[in-house]
């Protein structure tokens, strides 16, 4: 398999060749030439297998440049009980009749990051350890991207995390689960501002090529392909736990923000698996609703986007959003590099043409959105009704799902998020506070690990240089 990107450079790149990058040289995103389908007896071959086995079978499609022993040997380090609390990895919790949660946050950080950050971590060991190499990745988090590459690369060979983070603005429980890690390769930094300051200082780095090329910069951003593969795996899984035999259909609900994990949803119906709808939940940010009811991208300024209590989806723009459009488009790269070029810094947005939105229908996606009271009775439903206590993103896609289900076809909703992470929301709405795991109980309390620094760019790069060898 061979990857090419969404802008039209066609030069062929194998998978270890765009594992430890961002961007295509062109601007674009990675995606593999093609997606190859799966047929029936694949299918059936595939319903009896551990979540393991299942990921070396998906991955071994995409993946021809790591040994087959070798990559199935990451698989299995990384899908453990252990780490993600039950055989199943990713199981179905039935709420009423067609209607499931899939479970996919029950690794380290209770998010569903953790599900490809995981298997990231052991891809990027292992490729660092074969070219000799190391990386120093840096990256900007309000909470929970910035926590599962963390967890994902602590103790991980030739690879150093310098994580940026807004000072004092963090959940308490975010703050402990970050600082609390002791590991040497992990350097939290706590700066004295906003979020927004945290990225223009990665901003300034990365654009400091020299300083970039000999510190060897890297980072774990969503729109790595090797992430949203990993997540193609538990669309799979989820549809064999719902169905007996190939002829069903099912349908998934996603609470999306940049558009990662429903991507890979989109990538796995391609590949033939008999996925009914893709059902597209935003928040108050709804540019992804906006687009899916009518054909029009149209990205937001600071001042139109909201903060919410479904945080992890108040997006701006959606940074995986070109590689459906990409193919939605029939994969012409001309006219995605027209679109998402320097025109849309320039206009703010596009619209497609009806002929070029038309086909959207077959690709099976339909979108809604949800506001804060529809969370918050979606919460204080879930738990009257079914004693489960939900978080605030899963909220959102259980709310905009129920208006998709179809008799005889079972929804799936992505449990994105574990409420505990979320304890004010969950206080609103239930009066009380969230469950949260026995192996996180009393974080609070545990000794923290991190430097605080200014607003400057110049100073966190003098930090790197000191920390990273
Ligand atoms: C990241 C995140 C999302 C949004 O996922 P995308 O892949 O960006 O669409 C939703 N819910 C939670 C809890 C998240 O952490």
């Given at each position: 398999?061979?990857?090419?990107?969404?802008?039209?450079?066609?030069?062929?790149?194998?998978?270890?060749?765009?594992?430890?990058?961002?961007?295509?040289?062109?601007?674009?995103?990675?995606?593999?030439?093609?997606?190859?389908?799966?047929?029936?007896?694949?299918l059936t071959r595939w319903r009896g297998l551990?979540?393991?086995?299942?990921?070396?079978?998906?991955?071994?499609?995409?993946?021809?440049?790591?040994?087959?022993?070798?990559?199935?040997?990451?698989?299995?380090?990384?899908?453990?009980?252990?780490?993600?609390?039950?055989?199943?990895?990713?199981?179905?919790?039935?709420?009423?009749?067609?209607?499931?949660?899939?479970?996919?946050?029950?690794?380290?950080?209770?998010?569903?990051?953790?599900?490809?950050?995981?298997?990231?971590?052991?891809?990027?060991?292992?490729?660092?350890?074969?070219?000799?190499?190391?990386?120093?990745?840096?990256?900007?988090?309000?909470?929970?991207?910035?926590?599962?590459?963390?967890?994902?690369?602590?103790?991980?060979?030739?690879?150093?995390?310098?994580?940026?983070?807004?000072?004092?603005?963090?959940?308490?429980?975010?703050?402990?689960?970050?600082?609390?890690?002791?590991?040497?390769?992990?350097?939290?930094?706590?700066?004295?501002?906003?979020?927004?300051?945290?990225?223009?200082?990665?901003?300034?780095?990365?654009?400091?090529?020299?300083?970039?090329?000999?510190?060897?910069?890297?980072?774990?951003?969503?729109?790595?392909?090797?992430?949203?593969?990993?997540?193609?795996?538990?669309?799979?899984?989820?549809?064999?736990?719902?169905?007996?035999?190939?002829?069903?259909?099912?349908?998934?609900?996603?609470?999306?923000?940049?558009?990662?994990?429903?991507?890979?949803?989109?990538?796995?119906?391609?590949?033939?698996?008999?996925?009914?709808?893709?059902?597209?939940?935003?928040?108050?940010?709804?540019?992804?609703?906006?687009?899916?009811?009518?054909?029009?991208?149209?990205?937001?300024?600071?001042?139109?986007?909201?903060?919410?209590?479904?945080?992890?989806?108040?997006?701006?723009?959606?940074?995986?959003?070109?590689?459906?459009?990409?193919?939605?488009?029939?994969?012409?790269?001309?006219?995605?590099?027209?679109?998402?070029?320097?025109?849309?810094?320039?206009?703010?947005?596009?619209?497609?043409?009806?002929?070029?939105?038309?086909?959207?229908?077959?690709?099976?996606?339909?979108?809604?959105?949800?506001?804060?009271?529809?969370?918050?009775?979606t919460i204080r439903d879930t738990w009257q009704?079914?004693?489960?206590?939900?978080?605030?993103?899963?909220?959102?896609?259980?709310?905009?799902?129920?208006?998709?289900?179809?008799?005889?076809?079972?929804?799936?909703?992505?449990?994105?998020?574990?409420?505990?992470?979320?304890?004010?929301?969950?206080?609103?709405?239930?009066?009380?506070?969230?469950?949260?795991?026995?192996?996180?109980?009393?974080?609070?309390?545990?000794?923290?690990?991190?430097?605080?620094?200014?607003?400057?760019?110049?100073?966190?790069?003098?930090?790197?240089?000191?920390?990273?060898?």
């Open positions: 398999m061979k990857y090419l990107s969404t802008r039209g450079d066609r030069t062929l790149r194998g998978f270890s060749d765009i594992l430890l990058e961002g961007l295509a040289p062109d601007g674009g995103l990675y995606l593999p030439t093609h997606y190859p389908r799966v047929d029936d007896a694949t551990a979540y393991a086995d299942l990921a070396f079978e998906i991955l071994s499609l995409y993946i021809d440049d790591i040994p087959a022993p070798d990559l199935k040997r990451l698989c299995h380090a990384t899908y453990t009980a252990a780490t993600f609390g039950s055989e199943a990895i990713v199981p179905l919790k039935p709420l009423e009749d067609g209607v499931y949660l899939q479970a996919l946050s029950n690794g380290p950080t209770l998010a569903f990051k953790d599900m490809a950050m995981q298997l990231l971590g052991q891809l990027f060991e292992y490729e660092l350890g074969r070219r000799g190499e190391e990386i120093n990745i840096l990256g900007a988090t309000s909470g929970d991207t910035g926590s599962a590459a963390e967890y994902a690369m602590r103790g991980k060979h030739g690879v150093r995390v310098f994580m940026l983070s807004p000072h004092g603005r963090m959940s308490p429980f975010q703050q402990a689960q970050m600082f609390s890690l002791q590991d040497a390769n992990i350097h939290n930094i706590a700066i004295e501002g906003v979020f927004d300051d945290c990225q223009d200082i990665v901003k300034a780095v990365s654009n400091d090529l020299d300083f970039k090329r000999r510190h060897k910069i890297g980072t774990v951003n969503s729109i790595n392909w090797a992430r949203l593969l990993a997540q193609v795996v538990y669309y799979f899984a989820g549809y064999f736990q719902a169905t007996k035999t190939n002829d069903q259909t099912v349908s998934f609900a996603v609470p999306s923000g940049n558009f990662g994990n429903i991507c890979a949803g989109h990538v796995a119906r391609c590949m033939g698996l008999p996925i009914h709808r893709l059902v597209l939940a935003t928040n108050e940010n709804d540019v992804l609703d906006e687009f899916f009811r009518t054909g029009t991208y149209r990205v937001r300024g600071s001042s139109e986007t909201f903060e919410t209590s479904s945080p992890s989806m108040d997006i701006s723009k959606a940074s995986n959003f070109e590689r459906f459009v990409f193919d939605l488009l029939g994969r012409n790269g001309a006219r995605t590099a027209e679109l998402f070029g320097p025109k849309l810094a320039k206009e703010g947005g596009f619209s497609l043409t009806p002929a070029e939105f038309e086909p959207v229908a077959s690709f099976g996606f339909v979108s809604g959105k949800s506001t804060h009271a529809d969370r918050l009775a009704r079914f004693g489960m206590m939900i978080d605030t993103h899963t909220a959102d896609g259980l709310k905009v799902a129920r208006r998709f289900v179809r008799p005889g076809v079972p929804m799936l909703v992505l449990e994105t998020a574990l409420p505990a992470k979320f304890a004010a929301t969950i206080q609103e709405a239930l009066g009380r506070e969230p469950e949260r795991p026995a192996a996180l109980q009393g974080i609070e309390s545990l000794p923290r690990r991190f430097t605080v620094m200014p607003v400057d760019a110049a100073a966190v790069m003098r930090y790197i240089e000191t920390h990273c060898h």
